[in-house]
């Protein structure tokens, strides 16, 4: 199914909605700084604001960044609407949050989703488990209303978690996938195709523009594009796997000298993931260029020398995108300096690099799922 999308990438679109991010700590960080995160959530409540933009129907809610990685914002669920917290997750198709059954030790430190106070609430007998890089979950499908900002997906069939494995530490009630529908549990159509097929959303496309410092100023745009969070045009990038955000990947160097994908690789836009991870031969190659060395499960360097390490570039679609020694390198609670390339599970017979929110922070993301794309362009 194709649309045409020539006039809709645009700030004046009939309809964007912008949902606010916020940046959250990895795992092991959180856990390490909880009295600090903690203490952030109480003085940066959550606050709706709506900003009309050149005449249009343009939407803004403040989405937060807390401190570190991934990057969350809020949604509701039910009638009268139940409000949650959750990471927009390109890398999965599902929506979940926690049941009010679920007894799992990760749960009672969520919001959980009380069914019995919902009057659009429906059940299924569809049971349900998806895997993360960073725990799993066991649940059951069920139906109901979600927001997202001024968009209303009506029927919505989503999961509720009634146990949960991992996560521990992570303050997220859930997660938003937005990926095809092909990897959701069987059946089950995600948020984002439901709002494309009741006519929700003006183009069919999203965007995503992390802050690159400040918690404050990231969002997750809906049904259109708004052209003051990127320079310059954006570079679009089709897809190689269709129901998949793989991209090809022309090569990955530093110092004009090419350090992995060197006969060309695939590439997967992950806004659910972190870091950038490769192959275990070649992150540890790049870890030893950068001169990082482990310190437990993490590669530490000098804060004193991230400035001066080398830039590496990602080329793809023949365009480089440069990424610093200073978006590469991230400080964790303890003032130790830690490098955001990481090892990757995938399993797969050619080279496969995740591209997550290191590399997003640098470049304003559209995805096009009306003609099976990704545009890239320098954020702002």
């Not at 609670?333 to 390339?341: A, K, L, M, P, Q």
Request: hydrophobic share 35%.
């Amino acid at each position: 199914m194709k649309w045409l999308v020539l006039l809709g990438l645009v700030a004046f679109s009939e309809c964007i909605v912008k949902i606010p991010l916020r940046r959250v700590k990895t795992m092991r960080n959180t856990v390490s700084g909880k009295n600090m995160l903690n203490n952030f959530l109480k003085e940066h409540a959550y606050r709706l604001s709506q900003i009309s933009f050149r005449g249009s129907n343009l939407t803004t809610l403040p989405l937060r960044n807390i401190m570190d990685m991934l990057h969350m914002g809020t949604i509701t669920i039910g009638t009268p609407p139940q409000e949650f917290q959750v990471v927009f997750d390109t890398g999965s198709s599902l929506l979940w949050v926690p049941s009010v059954s679920c007894k799992s030790s990760t749960c009672s430190t969520r919001r959980r989703f009380r069914h019995l106070l919902s009057s659009t609430f429906r059940s299924t007998n569809v049971n349900c488990r998806i895997t993360y890089e960073s725990g799993r979950i066991k649940g059951k499908v069920v139906h109901d209303t979600v927001r997202i900002g001024d968009l209303v997906s009506t029927d919505q069939l989503f999961g509720l978690s009634i146990e949960e494995y991992g996560f521990q530490g992570l303050p997220f009630d859930g997660i938003l996938g937005l990926n095809y529908p092909n990897i959701s549990c069987p059946g089950v159509i995600p948020v984002f195709d439901n709002l494309m097929k009741q006519g929700a959303v003006a183009e069919p496309v999203f965007a995503f523009y992390l802050n690159k410092s400040k918690q404050e100023g990231s969002v997750v745009m809906f049904g259109g594009v708004d052209q003051r969070y990127y320079e310059g045009e954006l570079n679009w990038i089709p897809l190689i796997k269709l129901g998949s955000w793989t991209i090809h990947m022309d090569r990955i160097s530093m110092r004009r000298e090419v350090i992995a994908c060197s006969d060309g690789c695939e590439a997967i836009v992950d806004t659910g993931t972190s870091a950038i991870r490769g192959p275990r031969r070649l992150i540890n190659n790049i870890q030893k260029l950068i001169g990082a060395k482990p310190r437990g499960s993490q590669y530490c360097v000098s804060c004193s020398a991230v400035n001066t390490l080398p830039s590496i570039i990602f080329t793809i679609n023949s365009i480089s995108y440069t990424v610093p020694g200073r978006a590469y390198i991230l400080k964790d609670s303890r003032g130790r300096c830690y490098s955001t390339f990481k090892e990757h599970t995938v399993s797969s017979s050619t080279e496969t690099w995740i591209l997550g929110d290191v590399f997003l922070r640098m470049y304003f993301t559209v995805f096009d799922r009306g003609n099976d794309r990704i545009g890239l362009a320098q954020a702002v």
